[in-house]
């Protein structure tokens, strides 16, 4: 268990400092992130779609 609490400590350090020192490419990436999200949920939906009809 302690070797888990560290990580997810040092992890969101990391995070921390990267918001800090970049907080332009940490938006940017933020962004990527949701957009594959949602990008993927738009694929979910048109298979779905062309399943059931």
Do not use: C, R, S, W
């Not at 969101?12 to 990436?29: C, E, G, I, S």
């Amino acid at each position: 268990m302690q070797v888990k609490k560290v990580i997810t400590y040092v992890a969101v350090a990391f995070v921390v400092f990267y918001l800090f020192t970049k907080p332009t490419q940490a938006a940017a990436a933020v962004n990527g992130v949701f957009e594959g999200i949602l990008h993927g949920a738009d694929q979910l939906a048109v298979f779905f779609t062309n399943v059931l009809t």
